[in-house]
Each structure stands twice: as C-alpha cells, then as structure tokens.
C-alpha cells in the first residue's frame, strides 16, 4: 500500500490543470448502457473509481477502451447480462446508477445493494421510488433490488423528491429519457454534474430539459445514439487545490476549469483574506497575509458543496478566530476532525457541527483517513505543517484525485508517495 509524504511550510506557485469530474463522469459513464453506440468521453480522469466502474460495464457487455489524450470509449452493441453483482457495486454507490439504464434498455434488473459507507447510512429509497414512478415494480431479495419494467417498457412520471438527492436525480434521468411518455421531476438537485449528464444524454438524442434547476422535464424516446462528450471540469478539485494554495500560501491559477461552479467557495475564500481572480476557464488563488476565520454551512448546490468540507476545515486550522462549520448533507462526516487535531488543530465537534479555533502551529505526524476527501484535507494541512506528515490509506485519495503528487509538487510543494513499510 502506498503513503504520501509531505514535508510542509513550502508556498505554491505555479499552474494547476484540473481534470474531468469524478462525479459527473461515473454517471456519463453509466449512461454507455442505454446506446448501441460509442460513447466517446473526453477530458475523463484517470481514477480508481472510473476503473471500477468500467469493470462493472466490462461485466455488463460494454466494451471499454483508454485512449490517449484522457479519452474513454464505451460501446454496447449488446448487453451480455442486467445483473451488477454485489462485489462489483459494494465499493462504490455510483454503481448502483446502473440500475435505470438497464431497466430502461432490457426492462429488467438485478443490482446489489451498495450497503452504508464511512460517511454515513445513504439509503437508496429515493432512487427506487423514482423507478417506480416510472412504471418498476421493484423488490428486495437477498441483498439485491430486482426491478422489472411493465410490458411495453417504462412509462413516463412524476418524481417529486422529498428532498434533494444528486444520485436520484441522475437515476431518474438516466431511466426516463427511454421510457414512454414524459416525465416530470421535482425538487431535483441542481449540481453541475447533473446539467452535464443531460446535455450529454441530449447530444445522445435525449429531450431533457430545466437540468440544473428544480424541475426537469423529460420526454422520452424510443432509441439513443453514441455521442463525445467532454465531461465537465471537477469543481471538487478545483476547489481542493484553491484550498491547498491558500493554505500553503503563494500564488497559483487553476486551469481548464468552470469558476461559476464554485462561487459558495469564492465567497468564503475572499471572506477569509484570499485573493480569488476569476478567469473565463481559470481562476487565481494566492495569499500572502493572515487568513480570518469564517463560519460555514454546506448544502446542495449552489449552497457549499459537502465534499469540500473538510479541506475548508483544514484551511480554517490555520485562520485567526473561531469558525463554525456545519456540515448539513451527511451525518458522519467529522471523521478527519480527530487527525486534524493529531497535527495540533484545535476542533471541538458536537453533532453535526464543529468549532475550529486558530490559527493552530500544525506540526507534521503519521495521520490515516477513512474517506476521499477527508485524505486530501489531511493532504492540505501537511503543506502548512512544520515537519513531516505521513498520510496512510493513499488508495482513498485514488479514488478522486488524478496524479496528485504531480500536481502538487510541479507548484513547488514538497510531496512524495512511497510504499507503505510492512
Ligand atoms: C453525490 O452522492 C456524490 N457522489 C457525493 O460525493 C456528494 O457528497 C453528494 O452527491 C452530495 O453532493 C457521486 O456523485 C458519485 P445524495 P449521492 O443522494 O448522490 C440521502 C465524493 O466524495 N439520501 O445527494 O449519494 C443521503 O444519505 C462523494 O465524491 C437518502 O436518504 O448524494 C444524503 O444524506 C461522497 N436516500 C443526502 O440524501 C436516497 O435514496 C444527499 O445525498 C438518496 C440519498
């Protein structure tokens, strides 16, 4: 197993390229499954989770290929089977996004459930009511949902989701672009990604309309056909770099990326005494003074993103002053709050919300995470930490972060993986 090591107190200065996101290109991913065609994805992150779902698709009939230049095509002229067996969905909930597309393309499906994460229970009811909103029958068995489409195919429906949810909102896209009829969805969540998967499911031939607001209107079609689609830039590691250059301190531009998508961040950064420049596909992060702390709150988007919570919390470690951070989206997700502290912090958490008081001398020591972003924000704190860090459990910041170190170090940063010693 690898580690990073860092050794802290260099400022970063230079250019960041940010790479497709995670999160938007799992679910472009799933959405291989409803075209005979090639989808051909550009711009895609080279990550553990991409490949874990592409062995999904492998299993299901898709046929995946890299190709240079970040590109990865997805072609199923037809599926070899409509069952995602619990091994191959149990360590990644975007999996289970391939639920719908099935149901949509075969009329039926066995997938396993993804069972609870570190992060907390996420459920999956809202997914399955909207599959049957659509017409699904669905039953549990064993572990697994099994959903079977009416004769005839899925009808169209109306989805109103109690409240917002990323993952049911692109299931019930990806199910009702083939269904018969239209489809209404309401209260969806309205998350860049999501505006990304319907304009590349409509450049596939799809008629979804209002993505990215609180209602989208959906009226299927009989057929999809492949596409290229650059998937959208990962406002997640825009927002972790920006994090790490304020933290660390210097001057850094991030490139290649959306700054509208991040706008919650910006706010808070200028709040917070960093200098945010905003460029038509870059942004500018630099400090040099004292950061001030700030209170923050996440919620769905446009709100402050969950996934950046932590990172926040690991700049927040180095502000003058108290800052409040609730976290309003998962209800365990403090768990990098304990080896924050290891480096020195001072946070006190009580329930969902955590009061950090700095500016704390973080000194270096060996700190493990149990999830992807917290890792990073472990990352974050060790280049504004005297000494050595050591982070364990690299294989969680696999998952999202694309060649990290690289990144990290091309800007002046001193960071190395090595092999963890038995
Ligand atoms: C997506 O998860 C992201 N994952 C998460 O990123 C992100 O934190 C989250 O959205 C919120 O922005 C991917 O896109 C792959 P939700 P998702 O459904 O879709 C509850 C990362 O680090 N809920 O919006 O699973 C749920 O438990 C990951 O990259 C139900 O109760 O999030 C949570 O409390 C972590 N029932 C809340 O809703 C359901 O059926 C919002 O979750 C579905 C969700």
């Known amino acids: ?43 895609m992150p080279r990550l553990a989770d991409a490949r874990f779902m592409a062995h999904l698709l492998a ?16 072609k199923a002229a037809s599926l070899s089977g409509t069952t ?25 499906a066995k997938v396993s459930l993804p069972g609870g994460c570190a992060i907390g229970a996420r459920p999956v009811d809202l997914h399955l009511k909207a599959m049957e909103a659509l017409g699904a029958e669905i039953t549990l068995e064993e572990g697994y949902v099994l959903a079977q489409a009416p004769a005839g195919g899925l009808t169209g429906g109306h989805i109103v989701f109690p409240f917002v949810s990323v993952g049911a909102t692109e299931h019930a896209m990806l199910a009702a672009v083939l269904a018969r009829g239209t489809s209404r969805l309401e ?39 492949g596409t290229l689609w650059p998937v959208v830039a990962d406002r997640i590691e825009t927002g972790t770099y920006a994090m790490a250059a304020a933290a660390a301190g210097g001057d850094v531009t991030l490139t290649g990326v959306v700054p509208a998508h991040n706008q919650a961040l910006w706010a808070d950064l200028r709040e917070a005494g960093v200098t945010v420049e905003e460029g038509e596909t870059s942004v500018r992060i630099a400090r040099e003074g004292p950061l001030k702390a700030v209170d923050m709150q996440t919620a769905p988007y446009p709100g402050f993103p969950t996934d950046l919570q932590a990172q926040f919390m690991a700049l927040m470690c180095l ?30 958490v009580r329930g969902n919300e955590a009061v950090v008081r700095g500016p704390a001398p973080l000194k270096g020591a060996p700190v493990m995470a149990t999830d ?15 000494g050595e860090t050591i982070v364990s459990r690299v294989y969680h910041l696999d998952r999202g972060f694309e060649r990290l170190e690289e990144k990290l170090s091309a800007c002046g940063a001193d960071i190395r993986r090595e092999k963890e010693q038995a």
């Open 372 to 386: 992807l972003r917290a890792s990073v924000s472990l990352v974050i704190a060790g280049l504004a930490a005297a």
């Open 1 to 43: 197993m690898d580690r990073i090591v860092i050794r802290g107190k260099s400022p970063l200065n230079g250019t960041i390229p940010i790479s497709g996101a995670k999160n938007s290109a799992l679910k472009l991913m799933a959405a291989s499954l409803l075209t005979d065609g090639e989808l051909l994805l550009e711009n």
């Open 187 to 225: 209260n969806c969540a309205r998350e860049p990604e999501i505006a990304d998967l319907a304009n590349c499911l409509n450049a596939m031939g799809a008629k979804v309309s209002g993505a990215g607001t609180g209602t989208i209107t959906i009226e299927g079609v009989t057929s999809l056909n």
């Open 59 to 74: 299993h299901l009939g898709v046929e995946a290929e890299e190709r240079a230049g970040n590109q990865l095509s997805l």
């Open 319 to 348: 502000a003058e002053g108290a800052s409040v951070i609730r976290e309003t989206i998962f209800e365990n997700r403090f768990m990098h709050a304990p080896e924050l502290t290891r480096l020195g912090a001072r946070i006190d």
């Open 84 to 108: 995602a067996p619990y091994d191959l969905v149990r360590k990644m909930r975007a999996t289970f996004n391939v639920l719908g597309p099935l149901l949509a393309r075969e009329g039926k």
